[in-house]
């Protein structure tokens, strides 16, 4: 079973070990963003997915898997 891209974000930082901070340098997307990112409760545009897989080195379909197909 695929996981949810909020779950699965947060794996994969936590995996890598790099803080919500370092992330947010590293994407130049905002803590506040990453947070609601990875809570589940906003879904991130195709240009920061793009951002997000770039930093956390994996294509984005390993994060985009769990979306649903209408966000």
Same mark, same amino acid.
């Given at each position: 079973?695929k /996981? &949810?891209?909020h #779950?699965?974000?947060r794996?994969l930082r936590?995996?890598k !070990?790099?803080?919500?901070? &370092? +992330?947010s +340098? /590293?994407t130049r997307i $905002? #803590?506040?963003?990453l947070? /609601?990112?990875?809570?589940g #409760?906003?879904? *991130?545009?195709v240009? !920061?997915i793009l /951002? +997000?897989s !770039?930093?956390l080195?994996v *294509?984005?379909?390993n994060? #985009? &898997? $769990? +979306?649903p197909? !209408?966000?």
């Amino acid at each position: 079973m695929k /996981k &949810d891209f909020h #779950t699965q974000i947060r794996l994969l930082r936590e995996e890598k !070990n790099i803080s919500i901070e &370092d +992330l947010s +340098l /590293k994407t130049r997307i $905002g #803590t506040a963003r990453l947070e /609601k990112y990875e809570a589940g #409760t906003e879904v *991130p545009s195709v240009q !920061n997915i793009l /951002k +997000l897989s !770039n930093a956390l080195e994996v *294509p984005a379909s390993n994060l #985009t &898997d $769990g +979306l649903p197909e !209408n966000s």
